[in-house]
């Protein structure tokens, strides 16, 4: 995350987390990790959505997306 508030930034690593399991699934894109992110017990904030090859030998993630949930 690039920003010029590093007060802000730190307020932010500190407030959201995951807000539930992580799974893994497949779209028309490949596999990818769904990771829902939260502030505080109700807020859902939306999802990052990593994608993943396989390389031969494991995974390698290939791209990464933020999905708002509004």
Request: include cysteine; proline fraction near 1%.
């Amino acid at each position: 995350m690039i920003a010029d508030n590093l007060e802000a930034v730190a307020f932010l690593e500190k407030t959201i987390q995951c807000k539930r399991d992580i799974c893994f699934d497949t779209d028309n894109k490949g596999i990818y990790a769904k990771i829902p992110l939260g502030i505080g017990k109700e807020k859902e904030l939306g999802y990052f959505k990593l994608y993943y090859e396989f390389d031969g030998v494991g995974l390698t993630c290939i791209s990464k997306e933020f999905v708002s949930c509004g």
